[in-house]
């Protein structure tokens, strides 16, 4: 029913997307397989969100906790109405930001028998779902396609850095996907910003390329969870938050100081790998070094991030410049900090 593993993968301009592709994939959605595709964030291993046994193989596929719940991508922002409860603030970000990378946790419906509409399963037992409605045109139409509500985390073997090109998936997702969809370099490179809503707050617990300056231009109240920023040991709001994430399978440590403290740091360390900026890498020129990009180019560093992650790794330690924390920067900080298992060295 669905191509063998040896030709997984499939490639599609996403300016000329191909019909009888994208409805072989969506095919495949609906009876249960597993399908590798593009969004304008990060590649996501989809599966139908209402089939349980299809989201038990997503956790499978990535060696995921069951208890981490998936994002259910869907078609539209009304889409939401038919598996959760909504409201007049979850409709104005709506507005602002869908089709986007921003995702909206809402409490599930239940069908007339009291069974919530989205399975246990695929929202790790939690009574609220993840709603997102992805921009980029091949993840839309697949959806749109399949007829159904897509669970797609990452496609990434769980606690990787997130995959933003083709050659990552198939590093992590080759064979264990019934089919890959190349949608070429992702637009963003970091996950959606995933939000939850309480009347007219709003609580960050995800930093993504909707930012907190950006949410507060639509709700005056923004908060952004801890747990974003320190080490959390309490139960998180975002079960994803509990793990080691993002990370290589180097160590990883960050940098926290001026740059002549940094490259002083770093003039007698050997045989690392060293995540730098533009700037950096005239001064640091060696082996094992990569630029993430200018240093208030946040665009940029988010885009690179993951790629340099699994780029640079093959060492025994990554050492990172520390990315500020302003606007898109939350979420680079985010990410590495996660990545380096909050060590940080102070300089
Ligand atoms: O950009 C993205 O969001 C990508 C693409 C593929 O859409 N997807 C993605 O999914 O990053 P995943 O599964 O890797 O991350 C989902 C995050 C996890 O941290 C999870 O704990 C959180 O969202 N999450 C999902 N459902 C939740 C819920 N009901 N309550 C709290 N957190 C939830
Ligand atoms: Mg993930």
Redesign the pocket.
Known sequence: MFPNPSDAAFNIDTKIITPDLIEQAARCVREGGLVVFPTETVYGLGANALDSRAAKRIYAAKGRPSDNPLICHMSSPDRAEIYCETNELYYRLARRFMPGPLTVILPKKNDKNGVPVIPDSVTGGLATAAVRVPSNAVARELIERAGVPVAA??A?ISGRP?PTALRHVIEDMYGRADMIIDGGESEIGL?STVITIDRNTIKILRPGAVTPEDLRGVCGSVTVDPAVCEKFDGVPLSP?MKYRHYAPRARVIMLEGEDEAVYGFLADKQDCGILCYDTDTPLLDRPGTMSMGKKEDHATQARRLFACLRDLDGVEVIYTRMPSRDGLGLAVYNRLIKAAGYEVISL
């Open positions: 985390p990452s990434n997130s996950e994803g």
